[in-house]
């Protein structure tokens, strides 16, 4: 599979055709595993079953990831989460991004990998080295707000230092993984939300900042639920 980006890196941008063969979705992979375990009682709260371990991983559909400023979903049920990700070329080079693992969360209370499938993975057209910002990586600021019926809400606000480091998520997906990471897509997991609960809204944005670099990068799309049929 191949993905059109660019490539922002020393002020400049060019085109980047990044190759890819397989995407994996992190989960629960909050540094601080105290407040992880805090967030699965949340969920098992609202009927969602959470993992005996954490973190996890779940592969998914790699023809899933898109650019697009819209996608279609099954229903209203669904949300998006701010993650960044590490594309991981086959020479070796990992550029980040940010994205948003959409998900179903009706289905997602009975079956979490595939609620993982149904929608798909959304992230930035614009990545950077991470090289460029590995040094102060942990004061990448994340974000991400909801449109709800025309008004936007802040949803998620943070910053990097509060989810594993590349190198620890590359290592984890890595021992659990057949081969290297070659040619791989990894979602990072996310933050806490801001609301207690989750946001079910008809636009999902995200930012990944760099206040030291004075940049970002950004992702947002509409969700449009598959309304169109008639009903009998």
């Given at each position: 599979?191949?993905?059109?980006?660019?490539l922002?890196?020393?002020?400049?941008?060019t085109?980047?055709?990044f190759?890819?063969?397989r995407?994996?979705?992190?989960?629960?992979?909050?540094r601080n595993?105290?407040?992880?375990?805090?967030?699965?009682?949340?969920?098992a709260?609202?009927g969602?079953p959470?993992?005996?371990?954490?973190p996890?991983?779940?592969?998914?559909?790699?023809?899933?990831?898109?650019?697009d400023d819209?996608?279609?979903?099954?229903?209203?049920?669904?949300?998006?989460?701010a993650?960044?990700?590490?594309?991981?070329?086959g020479?070796?080079?990992?550029?980040?991004?940010?994205g948003s693992?959409?998900?179903?969360r009706h289905l997602?209370?009975?079956?979490?990998?595939?609620a993982?499938?149904?929608?798909p993975?959304i992230?930035?057209?614009?990545?950077?080295r991470?090289?460029?910002v590995?040094?102060?990586?942990?004061?990448?600021e994340?974000?991400?707000?909801i449109?709800?019926?025309?008004?936007?809400?802040?949803?998620q606000?943070?910053?990097l230092g509060a989810?594993m480091?590349?190198?620890?998520?590359?290592e984890?997906?890595?021992?659990?993984v057949?081969?290297d990471?070659?040619?791989?897509?990894?979602?990072?997991?996310?933050l806490a939300?801001?609301?207690?609960?989750?946001?079910?809204?008809?636009?999902?944005d995200?930012?990944?900042?760099?206040?030291?670099?004075?940049?970002?990068?950004?992702?947002?799309?509409?969700?449009?639920?598959l309304?169109?049929?008639?009903?009998?």
């Amino acid at each position: 599979m191949k993905i059109e980006l660019t490539l922002e890196e020393s002020g400049q941008e060019t085109p980047l055709t990044f190759e890819f063969k397989r995407m994996i979705n992190a989960g629960y992979t909050g540094r601080n595993q105290a407040e992880v375990r805090a967030h699965i009682d949340e969920l098992a709260q609202k009927g969602i079953p959470g993992p005996a371990v954490t973190p996890t991983m779940y592969p998914v559909i790699a023809r899933t990831l898109v650019t697009d400023d819209e996608i279609e979903v099954y229903s209203n049920e669904t949300s998006g989460e701010a993650e960044y990700v590490l594309l991981i070329d086959g020479d070796g080079t990992i550029y980040v991004g940010v994205g948003s693992d959409h998900t179903d969360r009706h289905l997602e209370e009975t079956d979490i990998p595939r609620a993982k499938q149904i929608c798909p993975n959304i992230m930035s057209s614009v990545v950077w080295r991470l090289d460029e910002v590995s040094a102060h990586w942990d004061e990448l600021e994340l974000a991400s707000t909801i449109t709800v019926e025309g008004k936007v809400i802040a949803y998620q606000k943070g910053t990097l230092g509060a989810l594993m480091s590349p190198a620890e998520l590359m290592e984890f997906i890595e021992a659990n993984v057949e081969g290297d990471l070659k040619e791989t897509v990894i979602f990072s997991g996310t933050l806490a939300n801001l609301l207690g609960e989750f946001g079910f809204g008809e636009r999902f944005d995200t930012e990944l900042v760099d206040p030291k670099l004075g940049r970002k990068l950004t992702a947002g799309y509409a969700a449009l639920p598959l309304d169109y049929a008639k009903e009998d």
